[in-house]
């Protein structure tokens, strides 16, 4: 049975919709999947750009086997128009750094088969961005699309390391291990001026 989330003196609409993750045959249940949950609280252009208005994504492991999961999530805001909203912030995620291969610092998380690894998202601080540390100050209330999505491929990975490592091919290396493959979800948000 359907039961609609109420908040009190507002309405606030939450529509996910999935986009599957990679499967090798259409009746599969993908690997991974993306669930994506709001705080109960109205959500404003004040506590979206203050940060106080945090959303949490849920990367779950469909399989039956434990998954190494990438600590990147890649996320583009629209308007109602479907006009991407570009970052009013964004820098660069490895600029500079000591000397040495960055690729073992990352830390990839094992999800057991049926669980779930969160990751906490504030438009005012987002640093699961795979290339770049960014934030969003929304002007104005609208309907906005936040758009997540977990696409990791290794090759990506490798260029930023400048030092040609041996560990670069290992198999056994967490970078190389990590499931290989695309999920997304999007939350449909209805923002409130006050």
Known sequence: MFRPLLIPFATAIVACCAVPAVATASTEKP?????????RMLATVANLNSGEFE???????????????????????????GNTVKPSRKLGRFGRRPRGCPLPKLKFDTV???ESVTRKVKLSRYMTDPDYILAWKLAAAGIYKLVFSYDYDPSQLLPRCKEDCESHGNPEST????????????????????
């Open 31 to 39: 690997v991974l999947s993306l669930e994506v949950s709001r705080p």
């Open 55 to 81: 959303i949490q994504v849920r990367i779950k492991n469909n399989s039956e086997k434990p998954q190494l999961v990438s600590p990147y999530l890649r996320l583009e805001v629209q308007d109602s128009d």
């Open 112 to 114: 057991a088969p049926g």
């Open 175 to 194: 970078w190389n291990r990590a499931w290989v493959g695309r999920a997304a979800k999007t939350l449909e948000l209805r923002v409130h001026q006050k």
